[in-house]
Antibody, heavy 115, light 113 residues
């Protein structure tokens, strides 16, 4: 069974960069698409974007140019960076496998933006 | 962006009774490759979302056969034949045809009456 585990700081200051990593087990990150999705407390799901190790990426236009996702085949993980965060970026962040139909998800990690 | 509209947003159901959730998209979800990328996810309290159904009607491994998906074009439905206590949670439809961005419905909260 594929396993994904998010990791990173649970608290980020406003205007700084949110950085998360998703460690993937039991499958190679090569040749697949890897996605980030977030969920503000008590709200619905928002797609952030995806990346593949061949350099393919796609991001939610609502996040403008603040977001980047990268895949590291040497560590079998992928990463999310979200720059210039505000309180509106406070959410549980999920990593997932797949593009149009993500099938395996991590347990999620809560990131709070606060000074 | 493709807008996904679910109804109802709250669904109280008696144990053992059927339940049905509707999901409508603001444009057809038929992709140029012929596939329709409409998925259903279940999020139990305190858990991450779990995919139940992909491409309209395909049940994921381990998903009970009381769950079924149907529909086409812009109109889709998730049905539960006989609701059990473990089905409590929020259900989301998600389209993966037109992106960016991929979009989700608002969620339907299923509770036991």
């Amino acid at each position: 069974q594929v396993r994904l585990q998010e990791s990173g700081p649970g608290l980020v200051k406003p205007s700084e960069t949110l950085s998360l990593t998703c460690t993937v087990s039991r499958v190679s990150v090569s040749g697949e698409y890897w996605t980030w999705i977030r969920q503000p407390p008590g709200k619905g799901l928002e797609w952030i974007g995806y990346a593949a190790n061949n350099g393919a990426t796609s991001y939610n236009p609502s996040l403008n140019s603040r977001v980047s996702i990268s895949v590291d085949t040497s560590k079998n993980e992928f990463a999310l960076k979200l720059r210039s965060v505000t309180a509106a970026d406070t959410a549980v962040y999920y990593c997932a496998k797949g593009r149009s139909t993500p099938n395996y998800w991590g347990q999620g990690t809560l990131v709070t933006v606060s000074s | 962006d493709v807008v996904m509209t679910q109804s109802p947003l709250s669904l109280p159901v008696t144990l053992g009774q059927p339940a049905s959730i509707s999901c409508r998209s603001s444009q057809s979800l038929v992709h140029s490759d012929g596939h329709t990328y409409l998925n259903w996810f279940q999020q139990r309290p305190g858990q991450s979302p779990r995919r139940l159904i992909y491409e309209v009607f395909n049940r994921d491994s381990g998903v009970p056969n009381r769950f079924s998906g149907s529909g086409s074009g812009t109109d889709f439905t998730l049905k539960i034949d006989r609701v059990e206590a473990e089905d409590v949670g929020v259900y989301y439809c998600m389209q993966g045809t037109h992106w960016p961005p991929l979009t989700f419905g608002q969620g339907t909260r299923l509770e036991i009456k």
